[in-house]
């Protein structure tokens, strides 16, 4: 049974940082490519991150760019999402996806809010 479970989402200060992590399981993590979505409330989901299978090739969405980094690690099945800087207009909630050809997979999405 393919599971995303994410985690470490919650209430930040803006400025602050905050770590996503999502863990895989029931499939092939290294064979597949993982992104990090996010939408907020009236918003359409948007594109935060990806990260390649391997050789660590990664991109961005322009509003995340310089701020957030994606990473990965095979060995635990698990991909992360460093966020720094963070602003009023990154709170969404989060979804970690995994994609290989016409295989998708999400998670169910952890909130994460940036208020003073």
């Known amino acids: 049974q393919v599971q995303l479970v994410e985690s470490g989402g919650g209430l930040v200060q803006p400025g602050g940082s905050l770590r996503l992590s999502c863990v895989a399981s029931?499939?092939?993590?290294?064979?597949?490519?993982m992104s990090w979505y996010r939408q907020a409330p009236g918003k359409e989901r948007e594109l935060v991150a990806t990260?390649?299978?391997?050789?660590?090739?990664?991109n961005y969405g322009d509003s995340v760019k310089g701020r957030f980094t994606i990473s990965r690690d095979n060995a635990k099945n698990t991909v992360y999402l460093q966020m720094n800087s963070l602003k009023s207009e990154d709170t969404a909630v989060y979804y970690c996806?995994?994609?290989?050809?016409?295989?998708?997979?999400w998670g169910q999405g952890t909130q994460v809010t940036v208020s003073s």
């Open positions: 996806n995994a994609r290989r050809a016409s295989r998708s997979y």
């Open positions: 029931g499939f092939t993590f290294s064979s597949y490519a």
């Open positions: 990260i390649a299978t391997v050789g660590g090739i990664t």
